[in-house]
């Protein structure tokens, strides 16, 4: 009986896990140029609530989440990592399944969206290996 109890809670242990490590696809419109009607826009967001850590697309390069709370997940220079400008964030409502990535707009505090839609969870795919 005591291998079964073990099992059982071995089994919730990775279930609790599996649930703060997930995939995001999410879909909506990106606004590529100011005065340019917004197109089409589909991206995959790997997330890891854990590790405090997140990647988009072919994910060569985990960085930091910078927020998480019960309602949102932010992540700040959400363009740095694949070579895209900073002063731009993103933003997850986790509630909603809304994504909103936005750059501010100066000092005026406020800001312009860069791509906006809904996101649905999918299984995990895992983070980019360390090298040492």
Do not use: H
Not at 72 to 101: C, K, M, Q, Y
């Amino acid at each position: 009986m005591t291998w079964v109890a073990t099992a059982a809670i071995l089994s919730a242990a990775g279930s609790a896990l599996a649930a703060n490590q997930y995939d995001l696809t999410c879909k909506g419109t990106e606004q590529k140029e100011t005065g340019k009607p917004a197109t089409p826009w589909a991206e995959t967001f790997r997330i890891d609530l854990d590790a405090k850590r997140w990647c988009r697309g072919d994910c060569r390069t985990a960085a930091r989440i910078d927020a998480v709370t019960p309602d949102e997940i932010v992540i700040s220079n959400s363009r740095a990592t694949s070579g895209g400008p900073n002063g731009t964030a993103l933003s997850f409502s986790r509630a909603s399944g809304d994504v909103r990535e936005y750059m501010d707009a100066g000092w005026s505090g406020s800001s312009f969206d860069i791509a906006k839609g809904k996101c649905t969870r999918d299984l995990f795919s895992g983070m980019p290996g360390v090298k040492f």
